[in-house]
């Protein structure tokens, strides 16, 4: 009996101790912070939390402005066609670093005219080919410029850049074209492009014409754009050709009509046509929303001949998207110098960044002829004397 009880005794033992094992052996598959799916080596992976801010880096140029002395050298420098690489190459490194950079084409590009020059411009293929190959990814090309080679040049400018798949703003096709708001995406952040032209030169497309150039005086189709862009996008930024100029000061209209495109929704306004820089500042909407506005970034390149027409201007900003708000912020916001730098006749036009550009630079510049006071100091005057320094 006594053997029996001690077999007994050892098969619960040995039972108890494989209960055991089970439990202590078996994997916990329980854990709420780890990811159960291994990856293809095998292993565990923790779930990473969700972002909290979304960050997307921009910069904004001013007038492309293509004079015939710049494409004239593009040409010299090619054996068919023409070569703009020489003209750019040294600020190009500065468009490539954002996610998103914006340039306000000046001069229409259209495949349908032979190339011209002040005061009906059209400018060769190349440039904006140029323009994409240097990192440009939005074009507004609503400018007093726009119908130079007409409503038939037009539509080829506007069919030039969709042909290139790129983003552009303030001409359409017709009112089915205008209907999709130009966008794009970058990091999950959804942003607009609006844009319009206050002058057209006295120029106008015929009355039964179904193309659109949005105009400044169309104010009550800029509110409803930038309201329907609002509902889409996370922010809305809006090209602005308007004010006088070479003038550095804005008008009275430009402020007027930066303060209703804010309120309507625009979270950065961009300005050129003056063709010299002016002030930068912030408006404080009524819901405490503020829009940075950049009154003129100036020419990014043209042969003009006065020195204060040499100094554009790059506005560097990010748009952080607060991922569990939605709310937007402007952040990082600078404006620094782009000179467009020839020498005598206008000779080899190329454009800088103001940080790399030099007083032997300046001491040759054939702009001297008309302004002998041009130097490097002459520039950075001009830039402290417009730009307020928290943007510098």
Known sequence: MKKIMSVLLAVIIFL??????????????????????????????????????TRVSFAAVGDNLIHDTVY????????????FTDAYDRIAHKIAQPDVAILNQETIISTEHNVSSYPMFNSPVEVGEEMLEIG???FNIATNHSLDCGEKGLISAINFWKSKNAVTCGAYLNSDDMSTVPMNEVNGVKIAY?????????LSLPEDSEVILVRAKDESLLQQRIVEAKKQADAVIVSAHWGNEYTHEPTDYQRELAQKLASWGADVIIGTHPHVIQPVEYITNSDGRKTLV?????????????????????????????NTTGAIALENVKFSGVVTHYGYGCSNIRVYPL??????????HGVKSKTPSFSLQYLHDILNDVIDKQFL
Do not use: C, H, W
């Open 16 to 53: 108890d101790v494989v209960a055991l094992g089970v439990i202590f052996l078996v994997p916990n598959n329980s854990r709420p912070d780890v990811d159960v799916n291994a990856d293809i080596g095998g292993e565990v992976t923790e779930t990473q939390p969700a972002e909290p801010f």
């Open 72 to 83: 004239e050298q593009a040409a010299a420098r090619s054996s068919g066609g023409y070569d």
């Open 136 to 138: 440009f990814d939005v």
């Open 194 to 202: 609006l844009g319009f032209t206050d002058s057209t030169n006295g």
């Open 294 to 322: 950049a009154y003129s970034l100036g020419n990014f390149i043209s042969a003009q001949n006065r020195g204060p027409r040499m100094l554009g201007g790059m506005l560097n900003f990010e748009i952080v998207k607060n």
């Open 355 to 364: 940080e790399d550009y030099t007083e032997e630079l300046a001491s040759k």
